[in-house]
């Protein structure tokens, strides 16, 4: 069965604690590797779509990193801002179009 | 629109009515997902629909739940005989087609409760 895990849980940092969040996945096949940033109440916000293993991304505060069975988001000096939960989620071979998310790490930096 | 539109925002019914709710994918987009998110879960794949093709529908928890899309565009998710159990966000999103690399964009969801 096709499965991500994300961890850990929840995580509170400092403003300026750098640290990094897992997903792990058991697909068969990948198809992409998506990271999400979700605030309260609100739909979840496209932030990096990862293919193969050892591919980075980049996006101000945030760095994504892909190996074969997981996925990092690495946080560099986090701002208050950055609170939010971030949600992990692969697309597996075969036919359907299907995105399988993880739970979520609920990120609250302190100022 | 410039967005994933979803309506209502928030909907309370009764247990045993119906409710239908509503998606209006970003123009142009042909690929359109329902999701539904408890509390304290990971999002939950329910539909699948692109373009004219017969819609994935592998997701849908019970025969209770069905979906339709009007005309390519605007999707209607529809919940018979409502449950407690039921109450969850229920978010639609869409993309611009099959290729993996087409980046999914949601909606805000619309909030659901059953009492």
């Known amino acids: 069965e096709d499965q991500v895990t994300q961890s850990p849980e929840a995580l509170r940092l400092q403003e300026g604690e750098s640290s990094s969040l897992n997903c792990s996945y058991t697909v068969s096949g990948l198809r992409g590797l998506f990271w999400y940033r979700q605030d309260p109440g609100k739909g979840p916000e496209f932030l990096f779509t990862?293919?193969?293993a050892g591919e980075e991304k980049e996006k101000e505060r945030l760095k994504a990193t892909l190996t074969k069975k997981e996925s990092f988001l690495h946080i560099t000096a986090p701002k208050p801002e950055d609170s939010a939960t971030y949600l992990c989620a692969a697309r597996p071979q075969g036919g359907s179009e299907k995105l399988v998310f993880g739970k979520g790490t609920k990120l609250t930096v302190n100022p | 629109g410039a967005g994933v539109s979803q309506s209502p925002s928030n909907k309370v019914t009764e247990k045993g009515k119906d409710v239908e709710l509503r998606c209006d994918p970003i123009s142009g987009h042909t690929a359109l997902y329902w999701y539904r998110q408890s509390l304290g879960q990971g999002l939950e794949f329910l539909i699948y629909f692109q373009g004219n093709s017969a819609p994935d529908k592998s997701g849908l928890p019970s025969d209770r739940f069905s979906a339709e899309r009007t005309g390519g565009s605007v999707s209607t998710l529809t919940i018979q005989r409502t449950q407690q159990e039921d109450s969850a966000v229920y978010l639609c999103a869409s993309s611009s087609g099959t290729a993996s690399g087409n980046t999914i964009y949601f909606g805000e969801g619309s909030w659901l409760t059953v009492v």
């Open positions: 990862l293919y193969s």
